[in-house]
């Protein structure tokens, strides 16, 4: 199961860069007692990968809801309800049907509000809240639940999650034209994931991949062909995607000049089949056909973003009622131009004053990351503070140790001193007593034997004399060296 952690983050970066909808789940053999088996807190990513698997990727489970939700209740009895409502908005999602996902997501977030909250469940319904209004082209809401979101993130400390929000809210830059918050969002992201992230592979992707689109929109030739490149030393480690390939052919083409071959490719990415609705796409087959001659298709596309009620992108409008208006003043058609172009000037006005709050925003969310900068380096510092005190303890420490192991040395060596001494001045007095008591006995008795004769009687008195000192000076001696051997060993 160690394995869904990147398949998950890689549905989530599918949804949110590619919405790329499939007609059939992409893991079957994913399923809710698998997930069981689990421990805790190693459920939620599967719990969450699976909901996105069964009914956002694919139709297959729409009517399996019921029995996945029984299959909550059991797996965890305290957060179904919630979970049942991002289900049922990933459902809505799926069919466009924004506002009801928008009203599933309101409801399981105050569910989840309503008593304590469970970050990773709170980081989801966020998520997919933004996700749906980046889709319905609510910008303004898109970022600020990615706000949202990025604050469960830096609370869970989680750095993969983290790189998940800035890829987003860079993404939401890039179709306002921000392009320079968008790269630098971007930018640190990939040098987030460089630093901290063992399987980065599918992080650096994705960036790629989302500067290729921003260097587009740019009409940075030079940089669309490098990142091109990149991407393409990238592919063999990544899952294919078809359509992204696809993408960046028709960009080439476009910089080259070469619509006419760009159109069969744009117009593979938006067909029914692909279940794709990414709507620059329609945008610049629209220009595809204007600069190749075809301009009743060019129309056609132009009137059909236009009337979209239920994609409201700022940008896509006004360069589409743009594109209407150049065709019909080249026309002579003078009031289709002015009324295409007092259109655009409406939503542009709407869109800025849209973009005032997104700058808000946007400065909210700066001072967010740089307060949580701030928190993890003081909690950093505070660590390192903390490593800094036990060491100078620890050093302190072991300076008393070493000290008193040499002050006891030291003691030790000058009491053996003194001891050796004791027991030297023992021997001394003992030798000087009890060795020479005895020879002078011995000697003493010699000179009498010497001085006069004696009779048998008394010379045998005074051998048993000589001889009963002589003994006592052995034992001495064999004592004396006793006492001398012992002296050697210590």
């Not at 994931?193 to 009409?219: E, G, P, Q």
């Not at 542009?348 to 808000?360: G, T």
């Not at 307060?371 to 072991?398: D, N, P, V, W, Y």
């Not at 020479?436 to 000179?447: E, V």
Request: aromatic share 10%.
């Amino acid at each position: 199961m160690r394995k869904l952690a990147p398949v998950f983050l890689l549905l989530i970066f599918n949804t949110l860069l590619f919405n790329n909808v499939n007609s059939a789940p992409l893991y079957p053999n994913l399923s809710f007692e698998k997930i069981g088996k689990l421990r805790k807190d190693k459920q939620w990513r599967e719990i969450i990968l699976l909901l996105y698997d069964r009914y956002y990727h694919s139709s297959t489970y729409d009517d399996w809801l019921v029995r996945d939700v029984d299959s909550l209740k059991k797996l965890r009895p305290h957060d179904f309800r919630p979970l049942t409502y991002l289900a049922k908005s990933l459902i809505y999602r799926r069919k466009q049907q924004f506002t009801a996902a928008e009203r599933a997501l309101e409801t399981g977030i105050a569910l989840v509000s309503d008593r304590r909250e469970n970050p990773r469940l709170m980081f989801a319904l966020y998520t997919t809240f933004a996700y749906t209004q980046t889709g319905k082209g609510n910008a303004l809401g898109a970022i600020h639940n990615y706000r949202l979101a990025a604050m469960k993130a830096a609370e869970l400390k989680d750095r993969q999650l983290q790189i998940i929000v800035g890829i987003g809210i860079a993404d939401i830059y890039g179709t306002l034209r921000l392009f320079n918050h968008a790269l630098l969002n971007l930018n640190n992201a990939y040098a987030v994931c460089n630093n901290t992230v063992a399987d980065h592979k599918l992080y650096r992707w994705v960036i790629v991949s989302s500067k290729i689109d921003i260097f587009f929109s740019m009409r940075n030739a030079d940089s669309v062909r490098f990142y091109c490149e990149k991407a393409k030393t990238m592919d063999a480690d990544i899952p294919t995607f078809t359509i992204e390939k696809q993408r960046r052919e028709y960009y080439l083409l476009m910089l080259d000049q070469r619509y006419r071959q760009a159109i069969p490719k744009i117009k593979a990415i938006i067909s029914p089949s692909q279940k794709y609705y990414r709507q620059v796409d329609k945008l610049n087959l629209a220009t595809c056909y204007l600069k190749s001659n075809q301009r009743d298709s060019a129309l056609a596309v132009a009137k059909d973003l236009i009337t979209d009620s239920v994609h409201n992108h700022a940008y896509i409008k006004i360069k589409s009622f743009q594109l209407l208006s150049d065709m019909s003043r080249s026309e002579g058609n003078l009031e289709d131009a002015l009324r295409y172009e007092s259109r655009a000037l409406q939503v542009s006005e709407d869109a800025a004053a849209e973009m005032s709050k997104v700058n808000d925003l946007a400065s909210q969310i700066r001072v967010d990351q740089i307060a949580t900068g701030h928190r993890t380096q003081a909690a950093i510092l505070k660590k390192e503070r903390a490593m800094l005190i036990f060491g100078l303890i620890a050093t302190a420490l072991s300076t008393i140790v070493i000290g008193l192991f040499y002050r006891n040395v030291r003691q030790k060596h000058k009491y053996e001193k003194l001891l050796a001494e004791s027991r030297d001045r023992e021997l001394t007095f003992l030798n000087s007593h009890k060795s020479r008591k005895n020879l002078a006995n011995i000697l003493g008795l010699c000179d009498l034997a010497k001085e006069g004769e004696l009779s048998r009687g008394e010379m045998t008195q005074y051998f048993k004399y000589i001889n009963a000192s002589a003994e006592e000076m052995d034992e001495w001696i064999q004592e004396l060296d006793r006492k001398l051997a012992e002296n050697q060993s210590k």
